[in-house]
Nanobody, 125 residues
Framework: QVQLVESGGGMVQAGGSLRLSCAAS????????MGWFRQAPGKEREFVAG????????YYADSVKGRFTISRDNAKNTVYLQMNSLKIEDTAVYYC??????????????????WGQGTQVTVSS
């Protein structure tokens, strides 16, 4: 059974940084793209960042481009999200997901078949 466990969330002041981690277990994810999504109160879950199965391609939502960096370590089955210059509007529950399609990449939530439980990120003024 696939299991994803996010960590690294917390409370930080605007302008600060956090690093999220997502450890995957249950099978190898080395041929699957992975991504981060977030959901703010009262809003739909939205795409934040994605990384291809090889790690050579990364893609971001416009709202986080230049501030967030996604990376992965296939040997550890772990994906990371480095978040810098955090803004109040980045406050949300952050989820990592695994693309259900081998060797493909994308930002559509419907393509992601496994999700973690989420980690709360709160940015204060």
């Amino acid at each position: 059974q696939v299991q994803l466990v996010e960590s690294g969330g917390g409370m930080v002041q605007a302008g600060g940084s956090l690093r999220l981690s997502c450890a995957a277990s249950g099978r190898s994810f080395s041929v699957y793209a992975m991504g981060w999504f977030r959901q703010a109160p009262g809003k739909e879950r939205e795409f934040v960042a994605g990384i291809s199965w090889s790690g050579t391609s990364t893609y971001y939502a416009d709202s986080v481009k230049g501030r967030f960096t996604i990376s992965r370590d296939n040997a550890k089955n772990t994906v990371y999200l480095q978040m810098n210059s955090l803004k109040i509007e980045d406050t949300a529950v952050y989820y990592c997901g695994v693309d259900s399609r081998a060797l493909r990449s994308g930002n559509r939530e419907t393509d992601f078949g496994s999700w973690g439980q989420g980690t709360q990120v709160t940015v204060s003024s």
